[in-house]
């Protein structure tokens, strides 16, 4: 299973990105999807969850600029982030919950938010 975590970059406050990441070589449908964050010096967080069925779950700290979604047909997972903040800038990892096989995580994209 391979995990490829795309749209990091360079940002100013306020300003928009969207990460996708695409899910490949698994054999049975995914359930839950999601990203994790982590910024220097600091440990690693959950900040956005979207289940099988489509309910989703958000850090407090990105309710109401962050929406996560996901293509189950195209095993992708995506999270818009507006109103971008310098304290959103991290590495972000996305990760696939398989059936039997466990949690796997991409490579990480990284998103600097300028001030």
């Known amino acids: 299973v391979q995990l490829q975590a795309s749209g990091g970059g360079f940002v100013q406050a306020g300003g928009s990105l969207r990460l996708s990441c695409a899910a490949s070589?698994?054999?049975?449908?995914?359930?839950?999807m999601g990203w994790y964050r982590q910024a220097p010096g600091k440990q690693r967080e959950s900040v956005a969850t979207?289940?099988?069925?489509?309910?989703?779950g958000y850090a407090d700290s990105v309710k109401g600029r962050f929406t996560i979604s996901r293509n189950s047909a195209k095993n992708t997972v995506y999270i818009q982030m507006n109103s971008l903040k310098p304290e959103d800038t991290a590495v972000y990892y996305c990760?696939?919950?398989?059936?039997?096989?466990?949690?796997?995580w991409g490579q990480g994209t990284e998103v600097t938010v300028s001030s």
């Open positions: 070589g698994g054999i049975f449908p995914i359930n839950a």
């Open positions: 990760y696939a919950d398989y059936p039997r096989l466990g949690v796997c």
């Open positions: 979207i289940t099988s069925s489509g309910t989703t």
